[in-house]
């Protein structure tokens, strides 16, 4: 899994405030992919962009999460006016591309909405 | 119904003996992926090892060997000789669709200790 960049690794955040997660893919991997782990869960699927596109979204939830690729610099996820539920673990994930045969963590972002 | 199933919720292992982690999956798409990931206390996931379903072998990653039993739709990990650096959280995770794959779907996972 060495190369896919998350930051913060800790990230504390109040009662709706924004949350911008970063996540840098392994280099020339063009497709990302964010994950949400809840305590004692396994990771729960959310967007999968490439460069400059949404492919997926259908695991995001509707309201205050939102996610980019830039063409330029890293992916980002955007959590607004943060609650409670929102902490949890966010993972990043790269592939070089389709079929998926392998795909790399980033070591994850722990957000806690206090 | 679940797509990923991991039944043993925690396991037990010796050191320097083998372990076999259980998982199921569901899938009517002919074309799948199968993955294995360990998820150690410090947090982060690493990736273990891969088997797609047209492959004709077992896949195999140093100590870690997958029993791929497509008729059952079993894809168990094998670990040899346990090490206590083993001891962490194991996840199967499977992706369906062949070009067009997007996403991976987990289990919940297995919690492994090495005990020495």
């Known amino acids: 899994n060495a190369g896919v960049m998350q930051n913060p690794r800790h990230l504390v955040r109040r009662r709706g405030q924004e949350a911008r997660l970063r996540c840098s893919p392994v280099?020339?991997?063009?497709?990302v992919y964010w994950y949400r782990q809840l305590p004692e869960e396994g990771l729960k699927f959310m967007v999968y962009l490439q460069k400059e596109n949404i492919i997926d979204e259908s695991g995001m939830p509707k309201e205050r999460f939102s996610a980019e690729f830039p063409k330029e610099g890293p992916s980002i996820l955007r959590i607004q006016q943060v609650v409670r539920g929102d902490s949890a673990a966010y993972f990043c994930?790269?592939?070089?591309?389709?079929?998926?045969?392998?795909?790399?963590f980033g070591q994850g972002t722990r957000l806690t909405v206090v | 119904a679940q797509k990923i199933t991991q039944t043993q919720p925690g396991m037990f292992v010796q050191e320097k003996e083998a372990v076999t982690l259980d998982c199921t999956y569901d899938t009517s798409d002919p074309s799948y992926g199968l993955f294995w990931y360990k998820q150690p206390s410090s947090g982060e996931m690493i990736f273990l090892i891969y088997q797609g379903s047209y492959d004709q072998q077992n896949a195999t990653e140093g100590r870690y060997s997958l029993n791929f039993q497509k008729a059952r739709k079993s894809a168990n990990l094998v670990i040899s000789a346990s090490q206590l650096g083993d001891s962490a959280m194991y996840f199967c995770?499977?992706?369906?669709?062949?070009?067009?794959?997007?996403?991976?779907?987990f289990g919940s996972g297995t919690q492994l200790t090495v005990l020495p």
């Open positions: 995770a499977m992706r369906e669709g062949g070009g067009s794959a997007r996403q991976l779907t």
């Open positions: 280099k020339g991997h063009s497709h």
């Open positions: 994930a790269s592939s070089p591309g389709q079929p998926v045969t392998e795909a790399f």
